[in-house]
């Protein structure tokens, strides 16, 4: 008996234990990639790909997605079409405690230093 191939529209995320702290750093060291983790910090709920309005084409985009799911920053779902994106915060805040606040802080201080705003 052989197992069907899983869905192209299930993406693949790794488990909470398989959370490396370099991997998550390396994923927040780009600004695009932090505007992404800050604007879900924000929200109250699962953001779609596309309410992102990032300085960046759609494949860069989709690439700096595929980057934070990877690394075990967010979580990604289909909801019909739209693949829906929320912040994985409580794995984060389990595995390493205050880093997620911490550099969404430090993320918005700069953005003030650098807009002057």
Known sequence: MTTAPPSPRVLPH?????????SVLHAL????????VSELADAEAALSCSRFDLPVT???????FRVLRESGVIQQAYEGTAKMNGLRREDLDALFPGLLDALL??????TVRDTGA
């Open 29 to 36: 060291s780009d600004p695009v990639r932090m505007r992404i």
């Open 105 to 110: 802080v430090a993320a918005r201080r700069q």
């Open 14 to 22: 790794p488990a909470r234990d398989e959370i490396r702290l370099e």
């Open 58 to 64: 759609k494949s860069t985009s989709t690439h700096h």
